[in-house]
C-alpha cells in the first residue's frame, strides 16, 4: 500500500551523501573530523559505576518504577540550584524540566510554540539536530549569517522585520556548533533587545559553555531575561557523557508545565536510572573538579594541536576560526569553493570531514564553503596527521585553481 | 509577555482532578487501584545490577557513548528474531526501531502520519496516552464502543465511512487498558479487513500480551498483515520494568526510516546503557523464564484475588469485566452513574480508583460511567480490603439510588 506520510516532514529528507558525512568511519585508518561527540577519555565511568550500582539496590525500586513527567524531583532542584548560583541562569519565575537530552528539549519547545508554516530564526550555519526539529513541525528556516561576534544581527532584525511568522529565534551563543564562534556580550544584550522589540522567543541552546579552554565567561541570555521570553537548554552529554540521554529546558513556569504535557506524550519520562545518576554526581561528586580537570585539560591540548596544524599547513587564504572551548572549528574556504568536492577527496586520502552544506538553513543545493572540524575524538597525533593531510588537499587544490 | 501555544495543542489540557485520580496516593493508608504499573516484585533487579555492572566496565565504552539512531543493532535484531519466532510477528519487508517506551513508538507514528484535523479511530475507552500522541498532533479522536470481543467493528466501519479524514486504527487488542478485554481472533481478521476495505493504517499497541494468567493466545493483527498497513508498538516495561524507557515500533521498512529521521529530532536515540541491558537479558538470561515464573504467579493470584473480591462484595447490576492477563479490571456502573462522584466518595473512604471521565476520547464531559480497578500494584490483602470497600459504597450509592 502506498503510505503518505504528513506533508510537513517532507523537510527532513536530507540527502544520502550528506548524511554520510557525519557517520563514525568504519575504516580505522580514517582520521575522523567528523564527529561531533565528546571523547570517551572525558567520561566519568568509575564514578557512574559506583553510582549505579549503588542506586540499583534501592530497596523501593526507585530507579526501576515509572517516574515523573517533569523529571526527578531532587535533580529538577540541583540543576535550578547549580544553573542560579553558578551561571545566574533561571529565576523564581523558572521551572526545570528534565528531558532525554537537550535534543529533546529543542524537540518540546519546537512543539510547543511552532504551527505549521511558522518561521525559525537560525545562525548560518548551525546545529542541524535543531534544524530537524523545527523541520519536523513543518516551520521555515530563516539563515542569518555567523560573523565572528555570533549572529549577524543586521540581517537578523530585516529577517524578523520581513517575516512576521518567525516565532523562534534560535541561537547556540556559546561556542556555536559548527563554527565554534561566541556572541560577544554586547550581542547578547542586543539579541534579547532585538527579542524584545519584534516580540519573539529566543531558545538558548548552551551544550558547550562549560567547555571553556581560554578566555573569560559570559553570561548567558537567559540570565538577561526580564519577561520569560528566553527558554534555555542545557544537557549533560558533553560534561557527563551522552548515551544516557539526559539534558533539561529552563524556562517560565507555564512554558514547563505546557513542555510537561508534551514529554508525556512522548516518552513519559527520561531513563529514571540516570536521572537519578546525575543527581548524584552532581550533589555527592566533585562535578566542575571533573570537568575542570578531566575535561578541559584534554580538550584544550587537542584545539591548540589543531590550531597549530592548521597555522602551519592550510595554505593562505583559507580562514578558520580560534574558538576558546566547544568541539568545533570552522575551516572558511574562498567564496565559489566546492566544499563537498573536497569533503570527497580528503575523504578519499582518509581524513573525515563535514562539508558546510551539511549545515545550510535551505534544504536546496547553494554556497556553504566551509569544513567543519572536530577536535574532541581525534587524538592530539591524529589532529597533527590530519591538519597536514588537509594542508596537501587545500593546497593542490588551490594551486589548481579548484575553488 | 503572552505566549502563544500552538492552537494544535489545546487538546493537551486535561481536568486537573481527572489528573490527580492517576496519582500515587501521598497517604499510605490509602489502598490504590487507580495506578497502571507494573509490581515492583516482577522487577529482575538482580539481573540487571549483574548487567549493568558488566556493560559499563566496556572498556570501548559503548554505552557511555551517543549511540544509533534506529537503536542498537544486536537488540534490534534480537527483537526481531524473537517476535518472528515466538509470536510469528513482522516479516522480511519489516524492521524494527528502539524507542524510549511504547509510548514513544505510539508518538513517532503519530507524528509521521497525522497531519492536523486528521482523524484516529480509537477503540472507547481506551489508553489516554496515546489520546495524547496523537491529540499532540492536532488529530480529532473517534471512539468505537469497547464490548467483549474487543472494539464494536459496526461502529468502526460507520465511522470510518463518515470519517474519511480517519487515516489510523488505534488499538490494543490483547488484555487493553483500561478494559482488561482482548479482540477475539474473528476479531482481529474482520478489523485487518476493514482497515483494508477503507485503506487506513492499524497501529497495534501491545505491551500486555506476554501477561496472560488464563486461556489461549491470540495472534497478533501484526502477523496478519500483508501489505505493510499494520505498525506495531511493542514494550519492555511490563515484563522487565518501566523506569528503563525501553520500547519498539516494528513496521515496514519504509515507515521504520521515516520514524528513525523523528527519532533523531526527538532525542537521538534511546538510553544506550539500558538497551544493551535488554539485549544481554534477551539473549544470556532465561527472558521467558522470567515473565512465566517470575511475573504471571504473582499477577494471577491478585487478579484472582480481585474477581472473587468483586463477585463477593458488589451489588448485583454492577458488571465487570473477567481478563485473561494485563494489569486491568474494568467495572461498569449501571446507565447514568456519576463516576466521577463515586470516585470521590471511593477516594474519601482511602480507596483510589480512576474514574471513566478520564478515558473519554472526547474531551468534553460526558457520560462514562465506569471505573478502572488495576491489580498490579495491590497486595492480595489490599485487594480483598478494597473489593469489601468498594461493595460498601456501590451498595449504598445503589440503595440509594445515587446512579
Same mark, same amino acid.
Given at each position: 500500500m502506498h503510505l503518505p506520510f504528513a506533508?510537513?516532514?517532507?523537510?527532513?529528507?536530507?540527502?544520502l551523501e550528506i548524511r554520510r558525512f557525519f557517520e563514525v568511519p568504519a575504516d580505522p585508518e580514517v582520521i575522523s573530523f567528523a564527529g561531533g561527540n565528546p571523547s570517551p577519555i572525558t567520561f566519568p565511568a568509575e564514578a557512574v559505576r559506583e553510582i549505579a550500582g549503588r542506586l540499583l539496590l534501592d530497596p523501593a525500586g526507585g530507579p526501576y518504577q515509572y517516574g515523573r513527567w517533569q523529571g526527578y524531583q531532587p535533580l529538577r532542584q540541583a540543576v535550578a540550584l547549580r544553573w542560579q548560583e553558578?551561571? %545566574?541562569?533561571?529565576?523564581?519565575e523558572d521551572d526545570v524540566i528534565i528531558t532525554s537530552g537537550a535534543q529533546q528539549a529543542i524537540d518540546l519547545i519546537a512543539r510547543a510554540f511552532l504551527e505549521e508554516g511558522d518561521g525559525v530564526l537560525c545562525e548560518e550555519p548551525s546545529f542541524t539536530g535543531a534544524y530537524l526539529s523545527f523541520r519536523a513541525c513543518g516551520a521555515k528556516l530563516f539563515g542569518a549569517p555567523m560573523g565572528p561576534d555570533g549572529m549577524d544581527l543586521d540581517a537578523a532584525e530585516a529577517l524578523l522585520r520581513q517575516n512576521p511568522r518567525i516565532r523562534l529565534i534560535y541561537v547556540i551563543p556559546t561556542f556555536q556548533n559548527p563554527t565554534g564562534e561566541s556572541m560577544s556580550l554586547a550581542s547578547r544584550r542586543a539579541l534579547y533587545q532585538l527579542a524584545q522589540k519584534y516580540d519573539r522567543l529566543i531558545l538558548e541552546d548552551d551544550p558547550?559553555?562549560?567547555?571553556?579552554? %581560554?578566555g573569560t565567561p559570559l553570561p548567558s541570555i537567559k540570565s538577561m531575561?526580564?519577561?520569560?521570553r528566553v527558554l534555555y537548554a542545557g544537557s549533560f552529554s558533553k560534561v557527563m557523557f551522552p548515551g544516557m540521554r539526559v539534558g533539561f529546558a529552563m524556562a517560565r513556569r507555564d512554558i514547563v508545565e505546557k513542555l510537561t504535557q508534551l514529554k508525556q506524550a512522548t516518552?513519559?519520562?527520561?531513563?529514571e536510572l540516570f536521572q537519578r545518576v546525575v543527581h548524584t554526581y552532581l550533589t555527592e561528586y566533585d562535578f566542575d573538579g571533573h570537568i575542570a580537570q578531566d575535561i578541559v585539560p584534554a580538550y584544550r591540548v587537542r584545539r591548540d594541536a589543531m590550531l597549530v596544524g592548521l597555522a602551519s599547513h592550510l595554505p593562505k587564504g583559507i580562514r578558520y576560526s580560534r574558538p576558546d572551548g566547544g568541539l568545533f572549528i570552522l575551516c572558511t574556504l574562498p567564496a565559489g569553493a566546492d566544499e563537498l568536492a573536497l569533503a570527497r577527496v580528503l575523504r578519499n586520502k582518509k581524513l573525515a570531514v563535514v562539508p558546510g552544506a551539511a549545515f545550510r538553513t535551505d534544504t536546496r543545493p547553494g554556497p556553504a564553503p566551509m569544513l567543519r572540524l572536530n577536535?574532541?575524538?581525534?587524538s592530539p597525533d591524529e589532529i597533527r596527521r590530519g591538519c597536514a593531510l588537509m594542508g596537501d588537499v587545500l593546497g593542490t587544490a588551490l594551486a589548481r585553481s579548484l575553488f
Open positions: 506533508a510537513r516532514l517532507s523537510g527532513l529528507d536530507t540527502p553558578k551561571f %545566574s541562569t533561571g529565576g523564581p558547550y559553555s562549560e567547555l571553556r579552554y %581560554s531575561d526580564e519577561d520569560g516518552d513519559v519520562h527520561t531513563n577536535f574532541s575524538m581525534p
